[in-house]
């Protein structure tokens, strides 16, 4: 767990170096994140998805629940090879909403119970690892609620692999980015992917540290 607590926080100043470094650099569609979202919407034949600008850093995100690809200011308004990138990878996601990719449908079905372990789960693993020799099985279900989340992290992986790609593919055919911008795109997405691996693995190994502390009380 602190090796991958270490990693967790070198991966994470590493992207916001790398989106940093290619926030600064132009690339030759000079469109700002808002044009780049449009226009790969209109290629796939997307019309009614909403592109929304929202307050914060690195907040892009896609809602499949009201179609609405959400830019943060600095991608939204910004013409570099980091806010195309991010843009495109947004509308990965409603690319793959609007084919109905079944990793994505599958995440937003778990959101709901998702939802409800992450409000629960601390407060019963807590008590549950207080009064285990009391209460043994309050812990086991404090960890079948983190097991939800853990579950989740692993699913969302293929998605956020899968709209890079779709992303990735639609700047080089699209003509929007020369070969060496489009290496500096995959290399922004490569960073923000890692973000989502060591999530993963950090509650795996969160999950399995549970688990010990209950075998050990079985045994």
């Known amino acids: 767990m602190v090796v991958i607590f270490g990693a967790s926080a070198l991966v994470s100043w590493r992207l916001k170096s790398k989106f940093s470094e290619y926030s600064q650099i132009s690339f030759r569609g000079n ?15 997307i019309t009614d998805v909403k592109i929304i600008c929202v307050e914060g850093q690195l907040t892009d995100h ?6 609405t690809v959400n830019l943060s200011t600095d991608v939204y308004h910004g013409r570099s090879v980091a806010s195309a990138a991010v843009a495109a990878h ?6 793959q909403h609007a084919r109905a990719y079944a990793w994505l449908g599958m995440r937003s079905a778990l959101v709901p119970a998702v939802s409800f372990s992450s409000k629960y789960m601390q407060w019963i693993l807590l008590a549950g690892v207080l009064t285990i020799n009391v209460f043994p099985y309050l812990l086991l279900a404090g960890i079948v609620l983190f097991a939800m989340t853990t579950i989740f992290s692993f699913v969302t992986l293929p998605v956020e692999f899968d709209a890079s790609k779709r992303a990735l593919n639609w700047l080089e055919t699209s003509g929007v980015t020369t070969s060496q911008e489009h290496d500096l795109a995959y290399d922004a997405l490569k960073w923000a992917a890692m973000t989502y ?3 993963a693995l950090g509650s795996l190994a969160t999950l399995l540290y549970y688990v010990s502390i209950f075998m050990r009380r079985r045994d």
């Open 31 to 45: 469109l700002s994140g808002a044009e780049i979202a449009d226009k790969m919407l209109k290629d796939n034949g």
């Open 62 to 67: 896609y809602n499949p629940a009201d179609k």
């Open 90 to 95: 947004e509308c990965g996601h409603a690319v």
């Open 197 to 199: 691996v060591v999530a």
